[in-house]
């Protein structure tokens, strides 16, 4: 029963963490558009663009992008590819 109480704690600690984190983005975009995302939340570390990939059904896809910080919320930018 201790270890079913000390689970739930950290459970919910590790929770906090996750969902202290909100993305914000258009619902839909055109082809070649360019497509902005707010990040924001406790981050506690800074947001590389080396550590963001775009994918199409499990596949990388090649994105000409960049990562900006605007106070304490970070910001994807991304030229969408043209197909």
Do not use: W
Not at 28 to 38: A, H, R
Not at 42 to 69: C, G, M, W
């Amino acid at each position: 029963m201790k270890s079913k109480g000390i689970f739930l704690i950290l459970l919910i600690l590790v929770l906090q963490n996750v969902l202290a984190i909100e993305f914000q983005i258009k619902e839909q975009y055109n082809k070649g558009e360019t497509s902005i995302v707010k990040v924001t939340g406790i981050i506690d570390s800074q947001i590389l663009p080396e550590n963001i990939y775009f994918y199409r059904a499990h596949v990388r896809v090649p994105v000409l992008y960049d990562v900006t910080k605007i106070g304490n919320d970070f910001y994807i930018y991304a030229i969408l590819p043209e197909s």
